[in-house]
């Protein structure tokens, strides 16, 4: 997370991570943080003939703000708290063809 912080995609305190405010002409989100964040453990496996499989599981991730929606000439405005779990695969291999070298993503 210092890497994205440094690259100011995200505000990273001690126990907070701050998102940058999104809107458009119909809404905007601020003041939106991950509250709660709870990874699994991860884990790397060989996939024969494939490649390198790695699967890393969220088991609660909890982000909390503000938000304003418009609504005909109006805007409505409310907190925000939106709790999702989640599971991300990464399939790595390595094909050679001929004198190159090609790496594949397959989902």
């Known amino acids: 997370l210092r890497n994205l912080n440094q690259a100011s995609y995200l505000n990273v305190s001690e126990n907070n991570i701050a998102i940058p405010d999104l809107s458009d002409e119909k809404y905007e989100i601020s003041n939106a943080r991950i509250t709660l964040l709870d990874l699994g453990k991860p884990s790397i496996s060989i996939e024969p003939n494939v490649g390198l499989n790695l ?14 929606v418009k609504a005909l000439w109006w805007w409505v405005t409310g907190n925000l708290t939106l709790s999702a779990s989640l599971e991300v695969e990464l399939l790595m291999g390595v094909v050679g063809a001929a004198d190159k070298i090609l790496l594949q993503n397959r989902n």
């Open 55 to 68: 699967k890393q599981v969220v088991n609660n991730i909890v982000i909390e703000g503000d938000y304003k």
